[in-house]
């Protein structure tokens, strides 16, 4: 798979740097675009948050095969209160949001991070919400969720879609 990293607002280069070795780490291709300005189309005044599906036709305008944007900003999705990520089922489009993942464990933050672009990206290639709490498929409420679930996915998930794994460390 060959994933483009968007980062949109003011998100560390370190954890780009992370991300991407992380995800080149099981297999995938991985381009870092340069970073760009949050849409100020996408902020909802009265909820202080951002429109998830602002990101998404924001990387729809960029070429490659799969894009993902990484932002600080927090995102929300009708009827959600919030969410980490979200994706176009089948697509290209991909976002995820640091905002709620943050530790003071760093490698902890790094690994929440992985599991939201894998789960994303899961989504991209038509993987819908699984219903093992230790897959990365797994819809993720909380923060418990995310920790949960390992960054793999599940042999069920595997086996839903051709082509070989999405993302294989072994
Ligand atoms: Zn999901
Ligand atoms: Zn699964």
Same mark, same amino acid.
């Given at each position: 798979m060959?994933?483009? &990293?968007?980062?949109?607002?003011?998100?560390?280069?370190? &954890?780009?740097?992370?991300?991407?070795?992380?995800?080149?780490?099981?297999?995938? *291709?991985?381009?870092?675009?340069?970073?760009?300005?949050?849409?100020?189309?996408?902020?909802?005044?009265? *909820?202080k948050?951002?429109?998830?599906s602002?990101?998404?036709?924001? %990387?729809?305008?960029?070429?490659?095969?799969?894009?993902l944007?990484?932002t600080?900003?927090?995102?929300?999705?009708e009827?959600?209160?919030?969410?980490?990520?979200? %994706?176009?089922?089948?697509?290209?489009? %991909?976002?995820i949001? #640091?905002?709620?993942? *943050?530790?003071?464990?760093r490698?902890?933050?790094? #690994? *929440?991070?992985?599991?939201?672009?894998?789960?994303?990206?899961?989504?991209?290639?038509?993987?819908?919400?699984?219903p093992?709490?230790?897959?990365v498929?797994?819809?993720?409420n909380?923060?418990?969720?995310?920790?949960?679930?390992?960054?793999?996915f599940?042999g069920?998930c595997e086996?839903?879609?051709?082509?070989?794994?999405?993302?294989?460390?072994?």
């Amino acid at each position: 798979m060959q994933v483009s &990293i968007l980062p949109v607002g003011e998100v560390e280069e370190e &954890i780009l740097q992370e991300l991407s070795e992380g995800l080149r780490g099981g297999g995938l *291709r991985v381009t870092l675009l340069p970073c760009q300005k949050v849409p100020s189309k996408a902020f909802n005044r009265r *909820r202080k948050q951002y429109r998830g599906s602002a990101f998404l036709e924001m %990387a729809g305008r960029y070429g490659g095969k799969h894009v993902l944007v990484v932002t600080d900003v927090d995102l929300y999705a009708e009827p959600l209160n919030f969410v980490f990520g979200q %994706a176009e089922m089948g697509g290209r489009a %991909a976002v995820i949001s #640091l905002h709620r993942l *943050r530790s003071a464990d760093r490698g902890l933050f790094l #690994l *929440r991070v992985m599991k939201e672009a894998l789960h994303e990206l899961g989504h991209n290639i038509d993987l819908s919400h699984c219903p093992d709490d230790r897959c990365v498929m797994h819809f993720s409420n909380t923060l418990e969720d995310t920790d949960r679930k390992g960054p793999g996915f599940c042999g069920e998930c595997e086996s839903r879609r051709e082509g070989g794994p999405l993302w294989d460390p072994s």
